[in-house]
């Protein structure tokens, strides 16, 4: 289990050059670009891990290059997600205020994570859950992922062995 430093620092959102705020508000629109403006200044409270991530000059997600429209909507694997400022925190933060979420948000969030293997180790699609000792983890990832059956989490996360 890796260690997640989610709780070490606070979150400046008004950290950004006007130029840049405009920049981005021009060419990802003004719901995206609070969120995603913060890659050039390599923020700690950025979740590479389960959420967007810089790879020379794309937007990744998982094992999927993303694409965002000047409405905050991401396009990934030719399938298109309404982009809402709670599925914004859930893919760039590692603190993850639940006041903007909503039942759609998480909805969308597992199904990125599902479509993009982002909720597993090296993003392989045969690999284990890729868990974490993170807050966002254990509060939103984790009870995504759970079956309500009465067993811990740990027991639903562990992959079963394949049988031959």
């Known amino acids: 289990m890796e260690k997640d430093d989610d709780d ?5 959102d008004n950290f950004v050059e006007d130029e840049a705020r405009d920049y981005g508000r021009e ?9 995603l403006m913060f890659y050039v200044y390599k923020g700690r409270f950025l979740d590479t891990k389960y959420g967007v991530r810089k790879n020379g000059d794309m937007f990744m997600i998982g094992d999927s290059p993303i694409v965002v429209d000047t409405g ?4 990934i694997k030719e399938r298109v997600c309404k982009g809402s400022k709670g599925l914004w925190v859930l893919l760039t933060r590692k603190k993850v205020n639940t006041e ?4 759609d948000d998480l909805k969308t969030y597992m ?19 890729n868990i ?4 966002k983890f254990r509060d939103i990832i984790a009870p995504l992922f ?15 062995w394949i049988k031959y």
Do not use: C, W
């Open 100 to 103: 903007f979420l909503t039942k």
């Open 146 to 160: 759970a079956k309500p059956k009465g067993r811990s989490i740990e027991s639903v996360l562990r992959r079963k």
């Open 111 to 129: 199904k990125i994570l599902t479509m993009t293997n982002a909720d597993l180790t090296k993003y392989q699609p045969d690999g284990n859950i």
């Open 72 to 75: 905050g909507d991401i396009r």
């Open 132 to 135: 974490t000792r993170g807050k």
């Open 8 to 12: 070490e620092y606070d979150v400046d």
């Open 27 to 35: 060419n990802i629109g003004h719901v995206a670009s609070p969120y």
